[in-house]
């Protein structure tokens, strides 16, 4: 196990998480197990990346803001893959989010305090409100805003809303270079 500045790093069933040399990662967040995290991706303070029964992907440029919780699901006789998650690149989860063995697609944002449950897919330029809960299974297309508990459609998201989501990105990237240079310093 690794414990750094608060941060633990921990291996689960001899699979250590593999993290990028450039993401950063905050103090108390907890990484166990199954994880990729890609470059330049943030994980910000006590977020819990869990991988024990199945694999954690995140992608290039992702962020997981504070105190998020991310998990998967595992395999059963049903389903024999179970449900990893899989977060693409360029992708914004808010504070204090709950993802569980779900895909994130490139460029997908999650509110914060969401929730997106087992076999649900957050499609690429779509977005889940804060507060919502993407009910097992369910897809969110591309450009469609989904609000609720359980969520559902609520509107198209416009280019001016999707530039700014990744305007988002950029800042979220920005942002860690500079709390790991102070942090450092």
């Known amino acids: 196990m690794t414990q750094r500045s608060d941060i633990t790093i921990a291996p689960f069933k001899g699979i250590w998480p593999r993290i ?12 166990i197990g199954d994880v990729e995290i890609g470059p330049d991706a943030s994980i910000w303070y006590n977020c819990v990346i869990r991988a024990d029964i199945n694999h954690i992907r995140i992608g290039a440029r992702s962020n ?47 509110g914060m305090g969401a929730v997106v449950m087992d076999g649900a897919r957050v499609s690429s330029d779509a977005m889940l409100a804060a507060g919502a ?18 969520a559902a459609f609520s509107r198209t998201l416009n280019d001016q809303q999707l530039a700014a989501m990744q305007d988002g990105v950029a800042r979220y990237v920005t942002n860690g270079r500079l709390h790991r240079e102070a942090l450092e310093g």
């Open 64 to 110: 997981v803001q504070d105190g998020s919780v991310i998990h998967c699901d595992s395999p059963k006789p049903s389903r024999p893959a179970g449900f990893p998650t899989l977060i693409g690149d360029d992708v914004l989860i808010g504070h204090m989010a709950m993802i569980h063995g779900c895909v994130l697609e490139d460029r997908a944002f999650v």
């Open 20 to 31: 990028h040399e450039s993401a950063f990662i905050a103090p108390g967040c907890r990484i």
């Open 133 to 150: 809960l993407l009910s097992p299974g369910k897809v969110i297309p591309p450009r469609e805003l989904w609000v609720g508990r359980p």
